[in-house]
């Protein structure tokens, strides 16, 4: 069984950056789409960002210009880079893996991990 483990989440000032990382266990991250959503309690999930296969990237409208994600393939890891961060950006991120992007811009994971909190503040 495959398992996905987040860390990198912290509480950072409004402005600030983070990076995230997902390391995989049992899981090739070549295979699929790897990325991360995000979530609020009370709020709808949002994808946030994700790598194909193929390694062609998208980005949520919500983060474009202000996030990099990454993957290496030879670690099975995965990484958001998170610049100019605002306040609506406080969530749980959560990595996860899809058969497509289609798949996953619908959160029909295949697998997904606990999560890590992103907290920001003024």
């Known amino acids: 069984q495959g398992q996905l483990v987040e860390s990198g989440g912290a509480s950072v000032q409004t402005g600030g950056s983070l990076t995230l990382s997902c390391v995989g266990y049992g899981i090739t991250f070549s295979k699929w789409c790897m990325g991360w959503y995000r979530q609020v309690p009370g709020k709808e999930r949002e994808w946030v960002a994700v790598v194909r296969d193929d390694g062609t990237t998208h980005y949520a409208e919500s983060v474009k210009g202000r996030v990099v994600v990454s993957r290496d393939v030879d670690k099975d890891t995965l990484q958001l880079q998170m610049d100019s961060l605002q306040s609506e950006d406080t969530a749980m991120y959560h990595c996860?893996?899809?058969?497509?992007?289609?798949?996953?811009?619908?959160?029909?994971?295949?697998?997904w991990g606990d999560g890590t909190q992103v907290t920001v503040s003024s």
């Open positions: 996860a893996a899809a058969q497509s992007f289609r798949f996953f811009k619908q959160f029909l994971f295949n697998y």
